[in-house]
């Protein structure tokens, strides 16, 4: 079962179980899986375009608690925290750091990058040989660390 089908069970059974925070957490994201769908009418998602949909969806969970919390708002910002913690429940994991470093140092020596100028070729290189398992900004501090060296 897909990341789309997994969703809209989930969705279900939140829904069965009067679980409020959740169903909302949920329907926000189905309606971005089905934002996506309309764009080509499209029946069904693949699981890497799910992946990308939940990645956006944390990133704009992550930037909204911040907000909330520099407005002096947190019951907000723990709301925001809530549905982020379902986000992730559908994402894959990450690299971990020891993986990400072996990834940036091949990608060194792949691209001839000689300092920090080349961060661009660097990540590039990184992000396109492993979309959706690397961490961008971890990458990207391990590269400048790399290339300063």
């Known amino acids: 079962m897909g990341i789309e089908q997994t969703v809209t069970a989930r969705l279900s059974e939140a829904m069965k179980a009067r679980d ?5 957490a949920l329907r926000a994201i189905r309606a971005a ?15 890497e375009v799910c992946t990308e949909i939940l990645r956006r969806l944390c990133k704009q969970r992550r930037e909204s608690i911040e907000a909330f919390e520099a407005a002096g708002r947190p019951e907000r910002a723990a709301a925001e925290r809530a549905e982020l913690a379902i986000v992730d429940e559908f994402l894959p994991a990450l690299a971990d750091e020891a993986t990400t470093r072996a990834w940036v140092r091949e990608a060194i020596a792949a691209s001839g990058a000689g300092g920090p100028g080349d961060l661009g070729r660097v990540m590039g290189a990184v992000m396109k040989a492993h979309k959706g398992a690397v961490d961008g900004p971890l990458a990207r501090r ?3 660390q790399l290339l300063a060296n």
Do not use: I
């Open 20 to 24: 409020s925070e959740r169903v909302t």
């Open 33 to 47: 899986f089905l934002v996506e769908m309309k764009k080509d009418n499209a029946q069904t998602l693949s699981d």
């Open 142 to 144: 391990l590269a400048e």
